[in-house]
C-alpha cells in the first residue's frame, strides 16, 4: 500500500524552541548593547572619579604600551619585509624599483601597521583584560571594592578603556617606523631593490594624512578592544568557565569588530 | 541599627527570598542562619546596596539603603566592614596594599601610619609581619585572617561576617569565632554573621534569624531558640547539631 507522504518543513521550522531560541538570541544581545552603553555612560558621566584612581591609570599605560612591544617589534617588521619582498615580486620588470617603497610606505600606513597591530593587541591586550576582570569578578574581588567605597568602574575599567586609546596610536606610530625599516630590509637583501630607490619611493609618496589615517584607525581601534573587553570582564557570569567563555568571546568579537571598521573608517575618511 | 523588613529577591524565575525580616542592634551580633545556597550571601550583599531586593526596606540608622543614590551608598559603605567567604583578596597586591587600599579611599593617611594601622591590624588577627606576602602564599585560613584585618583597620561600626568558619580547622575558626567577640565586646561593633555552622553561630550569637525556605521562621536568642515549640526552627536545629551536617573540620 502506498503511503502519501507530504513534503516536510525543515527541522527547524517545524520545531517552535527554534523561533523561541532565535527570539531569546535577540534579545539577549538587545540587552548586551544596552548594558554596554550603560557602562560608556557611566564612564563619560564619572570620569573625575577616575582622576583619583590615577596611579591604575599608569599601570595600565604599562600593561597595555610596554609590555606589548616586543610584538609590535616583531609583527611590524615581518609586515614590513613581506610587503617589500611581495611588491618588488609582483612589478614588471620596466616599472622603476622606487615604486616598491610607495607600496610599502601606503600599505604600511594606511592599512596594514594599524589592522594587524590591533588584531595581534586584540589577541594579547583583549584576552588579558578580559581575564583579569572576569576573575576579579568570580572571586568577589569587585564587589570588595565597591564594599570598600570605590567606585569600580572608574577604578577598574576607565583607566584600561583611557590607556588603550593613547597608547594603541603610540604603538602604532612605533610599529610603522619599524614596519618601514622591515620593508627596507626586505627590498635591499632579498629582492635586489637599491636601497636610495626604495627610499625615494618612500619620500615621494609620502603623504602626512596617511600617517594621521592610521593614528585615527589605531585610536579607534584602541578604544573599541578595550572598552569590549572591559565588558566582557567585568559583567562575567558562570565562575571559572565563564571567564573561559568571556575571554574568547572577548577576542573574537573585537576582532570581527576591528576588521568591520576598518572598512567602515576606509569608506568614510579615504 | 540595620533593620530588614519583609526582603524578597528573585534571580530570574527562582525566587531566593520570600519574606526575610529581623534587626541587628546596636551593639550586638546577630547571626542569620540558614541552608547553603539559601541566599545568605546575597542578603549581606543588598544590605551594603550591591544588590537590590525587588522589594521590602533595609534600614541602616534610620535610613533605607533600597532608595539610595550611588553616592549615598559609597558613604554608607564607610561605616561597614565586610568579611567575604573566600576572603576577595586582590591577588596582585601584597596583604599590606590590600589592608591599605582600603583606608586609602576613606581618608588621607601618611605612609607611616597606614603602616602603622596595617601592623595594627595584622596583629589582632594574629598574622604580625606577614605585610610583604602575596595573597598566593596564604592558606585558607590566613586569608580569611587577612580578609578580616582589612574589614576592620578602618574601624568600621558594622561588620559583616559572610560565613567566617567554612572551611577552616576548628582551631582556626575558633580565633575568628574569638574574634568576632572581642570585635564587638572591646571596639562596641555591631555585626551581622551569616552561617550554617551552627556551632560557630552559638559561640558568637547574641540574637539569630532562622532562614528556612526564603523566610525567617525565627529570630531570637538562645535561650528562646532552645525553649521554642516552632517544629521547623527544631528540625532546622537539630539536624544541624547533628555530626553529619556540621562544618569540616
Same mark, same amino acid.
Given at each position: 500500500m502506498d503511503i502519501a507522504v507530504e513534503p516536510a518543513a525543515p527541522a527547524a521550522f517545524r520545531d517552535p524552541s527554534f523561533f523561541t531560541h532565535i527570539g531569546r538570541k535577540a534579545i539577549a544581545a538587545l540587552e548586551n548593547l544596552g548594558r554596554y552603553v550603560g557602562l560608556i555612560w557611566w564612564i563619560l558621566r564619572n570620569l573625575r572619579n577616575a582622576r583619583e584612581y590615577s596611579k591604575t591609570f599608569f599601570a595600565q599605560m604599562v600593561q597595555i604600551g610596554n609590555d606589548s612591544i616586543p610584538i609590535v617589534i616583531f609583527v611590524s617588521t615581518f609586515v614590513g619585509m613581506v610587503t617589500a619582498v611581495q611588491s618588488a615580486h609582483q612589478l614588471? &620588470?620596466?616599472?622603476?624599483?622606487t615604486v616598491v617603497g610607495g607600496l610599502v610606505i601606503k600599505s604600511v600606513l594606511l592599512e596594514l601597521t594599524p589592522l594587524l597591530t590591533a588584531l595581534v593587541l586584540a589577541g594579547k591586550v583583549g584576552a588579558t583584560i578580559t581575564a583579569e576582570l572576569g576573575t576579579m569578578r568570580v572571586t568577589e574581588q569587585i564587589d570588595a571594592l565597591e564594599a570598600m567605597g570605590y567606585d569600580s568602574i572608574s577604578f577598574l575599567v576607565t583607566p584600561r578603556i583611557v590607556a588603550g586609546i593613547i597608547m594603541f596610536p603610540v604603538l602604532v606610530v612605533f610599529g610603522d617606523l619599524l614596519a618601514v625599516c622591515g620593508g627596507l630590509f626586505g627590498a635591499t %637583501? %632579498? &629582492? $635586489?631593490?637599491?636601497g636610495g630607490a626604495f627610499i625615494n619611493g618612500i619620500k615621494s609618496s609620502f603623504v602626512s594624512w596617511d600617517a594621521f589615517f592610521g593614528i585615527i584607525k589605531a585610536t579607534i581601534f584602541g578604544y573599541t578592544i578595550t572598552s569590549i573587553a572591559c565588558y566582557k570582564g567585568y559583567f562575567v557570569e558562570g565562575g571559572s568557565a565563564g571567564v573561559g567563555k568571556a575571554t574568547m568571546a572577548t577576542v573574537v568579537l573585537t576582532c570581527l569588530t576591528v576588521v568591520m571598521l576598518d572598512f567602515i573608517l576606509a569608506s568614510v575618511l579615504l | 541599627m540595620i533593620a530588614v523588613q519583609d526582603i524578597r529577591k528573585n534571580f530570574g524565575d527562582k525566587p531566593v527570598h520570600r519574606g526575610i525580616s529581623f534587626e541587628a542592634r546596636d551593639k550586638e551580633t546577630l547571626v542569620v542562619l540558614g541552608? &547553603? *545556597?539559601?541566599?545568605k550571601s546575597v542578603l549581606l550583599k543588598m544590605i551594603i546596596g550591591l544588590l537590590r531586593p525587588d522589594s521590602g526596606s533595609i534600614e541602616v540608622d534610620g535610613r533605607? %539603603?533600597?532608595? @539610595?543614590s550611588y553616592r549615598e551608598l559609597q558613604a554608607l559603605r564607610f561605616r561597614f566592614g565586610l568579611l567575604f567567604q573566600g576572603a576577595a583578596?586582590?591577588?596582585?597586591?601584597t596583604v599590606r596594599e590590600n589592608i591599605a587600599l582600603a583606608l586609602r579611599q576613606r581618608g588621607t593617611y601618611k605612609e607611616h601610619d597606614l603602616s602603622e594601622i596595617v601592623a595594627y591590624a595584622l596583629s589582632i588577627v594574629g /598574622? +604580625? *609581619?606577614? +605585610? $610583604? /606576602? @602575596?595573597?598566593? &602564599?596564604?592558606s585558607g585560613g590566613m586569608k580569611k585572617r587577612v580578609g578580616l584585618a582589612r574589614a576592620i583597620a578602618p574601624n568600621p561600626r558594622y561588620m559583616l561576617y559572610d560565613?567566617?568558619?567554612?572551611? /577552616? $580547622?576548628v582551631e582556626t575558626a575558633d580565633g575568628i569565632n574569638l574574634l568576632i567577640n572581642d570585635l564587638r565586646s572591646k571596639l562596641g561593633v555591631t555585626s551581622i554573621v551569616v552561617t550554617h555552622d551552627i556551632h560557630s553561630a552559638f559561640v558568637v550569637g547574641d540574637r539569630f534569624a532562622i532562614l528556612e525556605g526564603g523566610v525567617t521562621i525565627m529570630t531570637g536568642t538562645r535561650a528562646e531558640i532552645d525553649k521554642t515549640r516552632n517544629e521547623d526552627v527544631r528540625k532546622y536545629i537539630n539536624s544541624s547539631l547533628s555530626p553529619s551536617r556540621s562544618s569540616p573540620p
Open positions: 614588471y &620588470s620596466w616599472i622603476p624599483k %637583501v %632579498v &629582492s $635586489d631593490v637599491p | 541552608k &547553603s *545556597g539559601g541566599g533605607n %539603603v533600597v532608595t @539610595m583578596l586582590f591577588d596582585s597586591l /598574622l +604580625e *609581619g606577614a +605585610e $610583604d /606576602l @602575596m595573597p598566593a &602564599s596564604l560565613e567566617p568558619t567554612t572551611g /577552616l $580547622d
